[in-house]
């Protein structure tokens, strides 16, 4: 495999006033999209404190300094297309709860979130991500609330019936698959089947070991960790992960994969070739979304009519600039204006 590009941020460079040029198309370009994203939705929450004793209790303590909330897992996904000038419909179901209260306001200060496709239930609980940050962060811990409840008939048949308005209108869709209820095989295939006959790309990132629901979709995104879960195996090299990304391209009809690789980038794969791209040199402050930001760029790539190869540098650069970002980040054009590489000048 070929030797990956070399990458910096630099304040300014030569080339400066052309990137910021590149930008502004892309944003003008982007401004006119819609996207799609569906799945589940999470809020992420960051508290910093201090770890104590109490003795009369005889119990460690956390004394909370201060805290941030943040759209997270699907949010996050359709956060990071809005962040990029997109129009996002965003679609799932949540509790009706103040996790989920939090999270809307969040969403609709972004401006361009659509929020009409979000469905409320009494009796399901917003997944909550609640990571706590002790002693300058030299401890940490996630507290989870998670839910595993399926649809209801009734709540599938309510959500497909909202998402089928916006179909007609849409540049791509994304399915962001946590495991935590939402996606189900009838929702997946009905989506998959529309988006192929409509010539809308369908993209995917999921937590599943079994992907058969998400045959016929454009791409899957799995991480390095769930790509090894689903071939069952270590892969030792490039080229053993290339085959095995092929095998499953080929069983479930896709038309390429791309394995996230975290701060060290990715690697597109399709039948005839592969593309990888690294992070490299890259300052890494927090990993955590940046998938999320990886699929997002991907997405808007696409939906601009990049081939795979150019979206998926869109979708590298975004995630290699919020990885240099604190807690669960977005990336916007201005954030890519920082770029300076070689790679942001090969998108035109």
Request: net charge positive; proline share 2%; hydrophobic share 40%.
């Amino acid at each position: 495999m070929h030797d990956s590009k070399k990458e910096t941020f630099l304040a300014s460079s030569d080339n400066e006033p052309k990137r910021i040029r590149k930008c502004e198309v892309m944003l003008n370009q982007t401004k006119m999209k819609n996207i799609l994203v569906l799945g589940d939705l999470m809020l992420d929450e960051y508290i910093k404190g201090k770890v104590g004793f109490s003795s009369n209790e005889g119990v460690e303590t956390f004394k909370i300094k201060k805290g941030y909330k943040f759209p997270g897992g699907t949010a996050n996904v359709a956060a990071n297309v809005a962040a990029m000038g997109a129009n996002v419909y965003l679609a799932g179901v949540i509790g009706n709860d103040e996790a989920a209260e939090k999270l809307i306001r969040i969403l609709e200060k972004t401006g361009n979130v659509n929020t009409d496709l979000l469905i409320r239930e009494d009796n399901r609980r917003t997944t909550v991500r609640t990571r706590l940050y002790a002693n300058n962060c030299a401890n940490k811990i996630r507290v989870d609330i998670d839910t595993k409840k399926r649809l209801s008939k009734s709540t599938e048949i309510h959500l497909l019936d909202l998402v089928f308005e916006k179909l007609p209108n849409l540049d791509c869709i994304i399915i962001s698959d946590y495991r935590q209820g939402v996606v189900n095989r009838n929702l997946a295939r009905w989506m998959i089947k529309y988006a192929n006959k409509n010539n809308i790309p369908i993209l995917v990132d999921t937590k599943r070991k079994s992907l058969s629901l998400y045959e016929g979709a454009t791409a899957l995104f799995p991480n390095m960790l769930e790509f090894t879960k689903i071939v069952g195996k270590e892969l030792e090299t490039d080229e053993e992960l290339v085959v095995s990304a092929r095998e499953i391209i080929q069983t479930l009809n896709l038309n390429y994969l791309v394995v996230k690789n975290g701060a060290e980038g990715g690697l597109l794969i399709t039948e005839e070739m592969y593309f990888q791209e690294s992070s490299n040199k890259t300052k890494i402050v927090s990993t955590i979304g940046a998938g999320d930001s990886l699929i997002a760029g991907f997405a808007i790539g696409l939906a601009l009519g990049y081939s795979p190869v150019d979206a998926f540098k869109l979708g590298i650069i975004t995630a290699t600039c919020a990885v240099k970002k604190e807690y669960t980040s977005t990336v916007t054009f201005e954030d890519i204006k920082q770029y300076s590489n070689n790679l942001l000048e090969t998108l035109f």
